[in-house]
């Protein structure tokens, strides 16, 4: 079986890339490393040493015997090359991760809105249209964001995808079946619900096979394959734009930096490890859509936490300080979060969940690379309008215990 891996140099799309690879499938990576050229922009670098392409490329033959082909590309902008990649490589599927994955960055201000529009939207166009211009059966597994669903409280369990509702007619009521009502809350968020009109839209005017994968917020460092060679590390974000919550609690925990919740914290979020993330990609390239079939949509989550309840956990878990901050987004103070995740524990997925162990994996890697941090790049500094931006002004910053990390 052969894939392409879309955005295969990033978080989730690296260890996607060798998990595959791992077991048996040729790889193809296609990126065009924009992700390190933000590093560069925020002047910020990864918490973990991340190697140049060629010689991850080249661990992972050392360690492995397994080759995986690079190709430095960027989709939405090369769309003949990638017309041409996918006729000359013929995938039997294709794994999409290269979309700008940031709502803090992509709300950063006007230009970073502009891009993150111009990057997501036109990326997914082409390689549907490119899909399409190719003439092949390819199958294309999308990673989107439970984000779309909004993170109001929506008074029923979410569904996968789909809503069964009754409509008042002239004839009487009717039910019918709907994608579930969007509720982006940042820029990025908006771009993944118009990505999956665009899916709609392509599986029922041309025949695309499509699963659409609606993924909670991905925490730890490691995989299984990440393991195996320091040149392999994953990319380990703690900053503001980048870090996802729990990754960056933990890293705040071993350095010695106050826990940082937005507001009350009474934020509820679904979560995923990473190691879950690179086997809900297989499970779901395992088992596609059939021709014909409607858009498959799974949610790609193991459990909901508030986040007030993560820091608290963290808290005394390592001793750290917890500090309520003005939240910069535009958000619900409180929600709760009950998600179906049916699919994939049918198809076999037994859950990561949030075990001390693995948490205190993920500190060991803070603790281990604590000098690469730049404590400045800590705080949230990108707001969703001027209210926030003042309120965030106004507060103070948490100032860290030491610049070091805490002994263990």
């Not at 960056?248 to 979560?271: D, E, I, K, N």
């Not at 948490?398 to 070091?404: D, G, K, L, Q, V």
Request: aromatic share 8%; charged share 25%.
């Amino acid at each position: 079986m052969r894939v392409l891996v879309l955005g295969g140099d990033g978080f989730c799309g690296w260890p996607t890339a060798l998990h595959l690879s791992a077991r048996g499938w040729d790889v193809c990576v296609v990126d065009n490393l924009s992700r390190r050229n933000i590093d560069n922009e925020l002047e910020i670098q990864s918490l973990t040493p991340i190697r140049t392409m060629g010689e991850r490329i080249a661990a992972w033959k050392e360690v492995s015997g397994k080759d995986i082909d690079f190709v430095n590309m960027t989709v939405g902008k090369e769309f003949d090359r990638l017309v041409a990649l996918i006729k000359d490589f013929k995938p039997d599927s294709v794994v999409h991760f290269a979309e700008q994955r940031a709502a803090p960055y992509s709300m950063k201000s006007a230009r970073h809105k502009l891009y993150t529009v111009d990057n997501n939207l036109n990326a997914t166009n082409h390689l549907l249209a490119a899909i399409v211009e190719s003439g092949l059966d390819v199958h294309l597994a999308h990673l989107g964001t439970m984000g779309v669903y909004g993170y109001t409280t929506a008074g029923l369990r979410i569904p996968e995808g789909y809503l069964k509702v009754t409509v008042d007619t002239d004839f009487g009521p009717a039910e019918q079946e709907i994608l579930f009502p969007p509720n982006p809350g940042s820029i990025y968020h908006m771009t993944k619900t118009q990505d999956a009109l665009l899916f709609q839209f392509y599986a029922k005017n041309d025949g695309v096979r499509i699963t659409d994968l609606h993924q909670g917020i991905v925490w730890g460092a490691q995989t299984e394959e990440t393991r195996l060679d320091e040149r392999l590390i994953n990319r380990f974000d703690y900053d503001g734009d980048y870090g996802t919550v729990l990754n960056r609690f933990l890293m705040q925990a071993a350095v010695g930096y106050p826990l940082t919740v937005h507001g009350s914290g009474g934020q509820t979020r679904a979560f995923i490890h990473i190691q879950d993330t690179v086997r809900c990609v297989e499970l779901a390239l395992n088992n596609p859509p059939k021709a014909g079939d409607r858009v498959k949509i799974l949610n790609q989550m193991t459990e909901s936490r508030r986040v007030r309840d993560l820091a608290a956990m963290i808290g005394r878990m390592t001793g750290a300080e917890v500090h309520n901050v003005p939240n910069p987004r535009q958000e619900a103070d409180e929600n709760e979060l009950v998600v179906a995740n049916d699919q994939f524990r049918e198809l076999g997925l037994k859950p990561i969940t949030l075990a001390e162990g693995l948490m205190a994996d993920v500190t060991d890697i803070a603790r281990r690379y604590a000098d690469r941090a730049d404590l400045s790049k800590v705080a949230c500094v990108s707001t969703w309008n001027s209210k926030r931006a003042e309120a965030v002004k106004a507060a103070p910053v948490p100032a860290p215990e030491t610049p070091h990390a805490r002994s263990a």
